[in-house]
T-cell receptor, first 112, second 114 residues
Framework: NAGVTQTPKFQVLKTGQSMTLQCAQDMNHEYMSWYRQDPGMGLRLIHYSVGAGITDQGEVPNGYNVSRSTTEDFPLRLLSAAPSQTSVYFC???????????FGPGTRLLVL | AQSVTQLGSHVSVSEGALVLLRCNYSSSVPPYLFWYVQYPNQGLQLLLKYTSAATLVKGINGFEAEFKKSETSFHLTKPSAHMSDAAEYFCAVISNFGNEKLTFGTGTRLTIIP
């Protein structure tokens, strides 16, 4: 099992560019989520999904889109990158809501 | 609503000394509580979790935490620190039913002094 994988590991964008952060899990987990980690702020939930075809907003959804067409994949799209989106992004999955979440290795994003 | 407070953004202990990382939670319903560890440039991995069974929970790498409802606390301890324990530690809470999402504290960076 690869667990939760994320690509790319590191990305530099210019303001206004768009990109997609990829996340995949091979544990057949229903629940997947995206967090951003900023110094002194812990992890904040961006979007989450309770199953294929179902997504919802978390604490800080503005500027991000998600979709969940399969159980395995949960990509995060930045529509028009801003410097405030410079952060480390983590994808996580769990069997159901409330169970242990398994985290990917993260994507470090720098927006200039 | 639920929240987590981690007292002390940085904690330093000597190798072999007791590790104590503090976590207080707020939840209107019985919570599930988690401690995660993050090593440099890595994702988070679960240390231990409380899900309303035994109040003293043992985790990996010799860590344990005790759920104290009267104090709304879930402090993380380890009797003897090792250099490999240097990392950032996050406490997290979620209600055991309902639509709340996992809420993280702001983290505590643990430094081990040789």
């Amino acid at each position: 099992n690869a667990g939760v994988t994320q690509t790319p590991k590191f990305q530099v964008l210019k303001t206004g560019q768009s990109m997609t952060l990829q996340c995949a899990q091979d544990m057949n987990h229903e629940y997947m989520s995206w967090y951003r980690q900023d110094p002194g702020m812990g992890l904040r939930l961006i979007h989450y999904s309770v199953g294929a075809g179902i997504t919802d907003q978390g604490e800080v959804p503005n500027g991000y889109n998600v979709s969940r067409s399969t159980t395995e994949d949960f990509p995060l799209r930045l529509l028009s990158a801003a410097p405030s989106q410079t952060s480390v992004y983590f994808c996580a999955s769990s069997r159901t809501h409330g169970e242990t979440q398994y985290f990917g290795p993260g994507t470090r994003l720098l927006v200039l | 609503a639920q929240s987590v407070t981690q007292l002390g953004s940085h904690v330093s202990v000597s190798e072999g000394a007791l590790v104590l990382l503090r976590c207080n939670y707020s939840s209107s319903v019985p919570p599930y509580l988690f401690w995660y560890v993050q090593y440099p440039n890595q994702g988070l991995q679960l240390l231990l979790k409380y899900t309303s069974a035994a109040t003293l929970v043992k985790g990996i790498n010799g860590f344990e935490a005790e759920f104290k409802k009267s104090e709304t606390s879930f402090h993380l301890t380890k009797p003897s620190a090792h250099m490999s324990d240097a990392a950032e530690y996050f406490c997290a809470v979620i209600s055991n039913f309902g639509n709340e999402k996992l809420t993280f504290g702001t983290g505590t960076r643990l430094t081990i002094i040789p």
